[in-house]
């Protein structure tokens, strides 16, 4: 009897349970009353931060119907997507490069360094290179390719370039540590069988490293919809990020049913989209094997 | 030497030991007391560190632990934590100030409580003890003399095509940003209630904007590094920034200037009052509000303040007759209103 | 090796490359060039070179107490992260169960829901568990805020590695534990290195989260930055900042040469 009662405690489905329990549990003890209170304060009808009573999805329906809000949420989902696709483009080469190159501990070094800057300092970083005193344009005139200072800071363009330039070491280094756990082999296997480097990348590689580059897009998407800071400063009068909105609502003008109904709103949508990328990212045949069948 | 004068001498002496001796052994009144409060941050929490912290501790062994962050941020925190409050003195801008009040988490003070609070300007007290003021500011403009050829001399001046592309205002989640609409507004024939004349002149500044920006430090950078030239901006902020060799100058724009004003108010249920009381009551006295003046150039609020000749001029606002000039600002129908000027501005600013 | 192409093509590859990090480290060395300017303003090159900002940042207790909080803090949510998302990560991945699509979204939510937010959440949290602001609500909220990192990084990590593996340890009788720490855990050390660099740098640069869960005298260096930026003018920040790079560069370099040691055992 104690045999089999072993046996079933160590069976597999509790096993995995267990190993899954601590965090689970850790983060909706934690995240309970922030999630509770987000949805209760909602559906509060009034439109300050006190003296709240009742219920309303007045909030909702708003934030779904006005045109400002809607329009805005579909302007930050496009670029949220433009920019995840832009660092996955540009991050995939470069993380492959990282995991089989050389000098790898520089690679990391420089890959990591723009992560560890203070998201303020950062700005005023960006604001002395774009600016029209700035970096950019100063080599450009001294070259001649402009005769007169150019404005690149404040736009949609800017702020897309910037969140792309900030989040891009998360893509790298997740497809830097899927490629790594790549087995050389493989790709010495493709090129014995005389397939030329992009062959290899396509067939090879790329399907292999595909959950890491799901994986650091998902990181980037979530991260780029829900940023307020890096829009609000470099972003000037005209960029309206859904994010801004909710900081708007909830610091500015301390009219937090309609903040929080903005950000539940924001959590479905990224959440939606992080849960359609999970899908793109698993793979449904057997787990491959270490080596090639 | 007489007997008298002996005895005259060694009572002298007695005297000066004997206050000593039980000083000594006397305990500070509030020794071993913390209080906490809402900071801003940089040189202004410097001053307030010099001016009110210091003093404190010596003369009443209060200890002030400055919370770094910002206005909104210890608005949510004191909101949060009513029951154990956060803070025991609470730092607000106009608005924050009206909806700690309405929200209750303020204890209204009285004269008995801070003594200083009668050499406040009448003015700059709109809320009698839920708030007291200690700096007043004002948005004035601000340009760039190597770069401007024509100088704004009122807000509305920042459309001149000259300075396309080189203009920096502060936005509606500004208090200064809302007063200038405001008086962009009435000196174009609307009002609080009517703020179309305003939103019409924003129009016709916007494609001079670089940016409108709700952070301070933003257009402080922008300015100093040449890449506004024309800006609405706190002139204590534009005097910094010429002191460090920036080529601005300040103008008081045609358009009447509006003061904002930063209080300090007790928070209800604060376990540490008396301590609390004396925090205010030194953050709003000459002492202090001299100290800020000079260091940062806001305007003080305490009327016996006599600014030194050489910032004098360059202090805004200050004197009696600057302040009463000062036409009052609505703040109940700003917090009213704003969400849906915001809405506005962001729906035609676009 | 036959399939390296051209010489051409390869000088290309590493000039983009090159061209790459430049562009990705610029607003640090910018930012680095400006800390050395001797006149009080932000600027690019600088015109002087001088340590005296650093100098600043050093004798300004505000900075150096937060920096070494920070340090302490991001430590801590990171060994907590990893502990507690490691094992989550594979159950998530190796248990193909469909309700588990939302247990995954539930620890993907810290970092969606925004910092504002989440902050005052916490904060009503804190208060009602008693801790109020501080460290403990810190390491709370950064915790949570690391986890998601981990977890989705290293389900990538965890689907890469071959079962096959673990089953053939398995069925040589040896028991989970040393399945997980001789087989598992080795091979998915990438992912776990990069989880922690994730997690570490995602905890030592949060600013809008923390200015809600700090104290007076427990505030995080990002914080102090933040509310030092609102008034004060000068390089010292400047300082500051390349100070915190050039120590998270002496990190990161450690931890790369501790993993190497790990590949060498």
């Known amino acids: 009897m104690g045999q089999f009662l072993r046996r079933l405690a160590w069976s597999r489905d509790i096993y995995l349970a267990g190993l899954l329990t601590p965090a689970v549990v850790a983060v909706m003890l934690i995240l309970s009353v922030p999630i509770a209170w987000l949805v209760r304060i909602s559906l509060y009808p009034q439109d300050q931060s006190y003296d709240l009573s009742g219920w309303s999805a007045v909030h909702y329906i708003k934030a779904l119907t006005d045109d400002l809000y809607l329009g805005s949420l579909a302007r930050t989902t496009l670029y949220s997507l433009i920019v995840t696709v832009g660092t996955a483009i540009l991050g995939f080469p470069l993380g492959y490069a990282a995991a089989r190159g050389r000098l790898r501990r520089w690679k990391i070094f420089f890959i990591v360094l723009p992560l560890t800057l203070s998201l303020i300092v950062n700005i005023f970083g960006w604001i002395m290179i ?142 939606g989209f992080a849960t359609v990328f999970r899908t793109i990212g698993s793979r449904t045949e057997e787990p491959k094997s270490a080596v090639a069948k | 030497m007489s007997l008298f004068r002996i005895g005259i001498y060694l009572a002298a002496i007695c005297a000066l030991a004997l206050p000593q001796g039980s000083a000594f052994a006397q305990q500070k009144e509030f020794e071993g007391t913390k209080i906490v409060v809402n900071g801003f941050g940089g040189n202004l929490d410097d001053v307030l560190v010099e001016s009110v912290s210091k003093p404190l501790k010596d003369q009443y062994g209060i200890t002030v632990e400055i919370v770094p962050g910002s206005v909104a941020s210890a608005y949510a925190k004191a909101m949060t934590s009513r029951s154990n409050p956060a803070f025991d003195v609470l730092i607000t801008d106009d608005i924050t100030l009206r909806a700690a009040t309405k929200a209750g988490l303020i204890e209204e003070v009285s004269a008995a409580d801070v003594p200083n609070m009668t050499q406040l300007y009448p003015n700059f007290v709109p809320l009698g003890g839920y708030g007291l003021p200690f700096f007043a500011s004002v948005c004035a403009l601000a340009y760039n003399k190597e770069h401007v050829k024509t100088p704004p001399q009122a807000l509305s001046d920042l459309a001149n095509p000259e300075l396309k592309g080189r203009v920096g205002i502060f936005n509606l989640e500004s208090v200064g940003g809302v007063v200038s609409l405001i008086s962009l507004a009435e000196a174009n024939g609307g009002s609080i209630q009517n703020l179309d004349p305003g939103f019409a002149k924003l129009k016709e500044i916007a494609p001079n904007l670089a940016t409108a920006t709700s952070s301070p430090v933003e257009m402080y950078n922008l300015l100093q590094r040449g890449e506004i030239w024309a800006s609405w901006f706190w002139s204590g902020r534009v005097n910094a ?104 501005w962001n729906r035609e600013m676009r | 090796m036959q399939w390296q192409n051209s010489r051409l093509g390869l000088v290309a590859w590493g000039l983009f490359q090159v061209i ?33 900002w650093y100098i600043r940042a050093m004798e300004t207790p505000a900075f150096t107490d937060s920096f070494f909080l920070s340090v302490e803090l991001a430590s801590i949510a990171t060994a907590l992260s990893l502990l507690v998302g490691t094992p989550a990560a594979y159950a998530l991945e190796r248990y193909r169960l469909p309700g588990l699509q939302s247990v995954q979204s539930l620890l993907l939510s810290p970092i969606v829901i925004p910092a504002i937010v989440l902050g005052i959440g916490l904060l009503m949290f804190c208060n ?27 389900i990538s990590s965890f689907s890469l590695f071959d079962v096959v593996l673990e089953e053939a340890a398995q069925s040589l009788r040896a028991s989970r534990p040393v399945v997980w720490f001789r087989v598992i855990l080795p091979n998915i050390f990438p992912g776990l290195l990069s989880a922690a660099i994730f997690a570490f740098v995602t905890s030592f640069g949060n600013v809008a989260l923390s200015i809600f869960l700090v104290s007076g005298s427990a505030a995080t260096l990002p914080v102090q930055m933040f509310a030092a930026v609102e008034h004060s003018s000068d390089p010292t920040l400047a300082a500051v900042a390349s100070f915190v790079v050039f120590v998270t560069g002496v990190i990161v370099l450690c931890i790369d040469r501790l993993a190497s040691l790990q590949r060498l055992v």
């Open chain 1, 130 to 271: 774009l600016g029209q005193n700035g970096l950019l344009n100063s080599v450009l005139l001294s070259v001649h390719l402009l005769d007169q200072p150019r404005q690149f800071l404040f736009g949609v363009g800017t702020v897309l370039v910037v969140l792309g330039h900030t989040y891009l070491p998360f893509q790298i280094l997740s497809v830097m540590s899927v490629v790594t756990q790549i087995e050389p082999m493989l790709e010495e296997a493709s090129a014995s069988l005389r397939g030329n480097r992009w062959v290899t990348f396509r067939r090879v590689i790329i399907p292999l490293a595909w959950p890491g580059i799901v994986a650091g897009s998902t990181i980037v998407f979530i991260l780029t919809i829900s940023a307020f800071i890096i829009p609000q400063l470099i972003g000037g009068a005209s960029v309206q990020m859904y994010a801004v909105f909710v900081f708007q609502q909830m610091m500015t003008v301390l009219n937090w049913p309609f903040g929080a109904s903005l950000s539940l709103i924001l959590l479905v949508v990224a959440l």
């Open chain 3, 128 to 154: 009602l568990i008693g801790i109020g602001q501080g460290l403990a609500a810190l390491l709370l909220g950064h915790f949570v805020l690391t986890l998601p990192y981990v977890v989705r990084t290293l």
């Open chain 2, 241 to 344: 920034l010429i002191d460090q060799g920036a080529p601005l100058a300040i103008v008081v724009p045609k358009e009447k200037l509006r003061g904002n004003l930063d209080f300090v108010s007790l928070v209800k249920g604060t376990k540490s009052r008396g301590a609390a009381l004396k925090f205010m009551n030194q953050i709003t006295s000459a002492q202090a509000s001299l100290a800020i003046a000079r260091s940062v150039y806001f305007g003080p609020t305490n009327q016996t303040v006599t600014l030194p000749s050489g910032i004098e001029k360059r202090v805004l606002p200050y004197g009696a007759e600057m302040i009463a000039s000062m036409p009052p600002v609505d703040w109940d129908a700003v917090v009213a209103k704003r969400a849906s000027w915001i809405e506005r």
């Open chain 3, 20 to 52: 790459a990090y430049l562009v990705l480290a610029l607003p640090s060395l910018v930012i680095i060039g400006a800390s050395f300017n001797p006149g009080s303003t932000f600027s690019f090159p600088p015109q002087g070179l001088t340590l005296a």
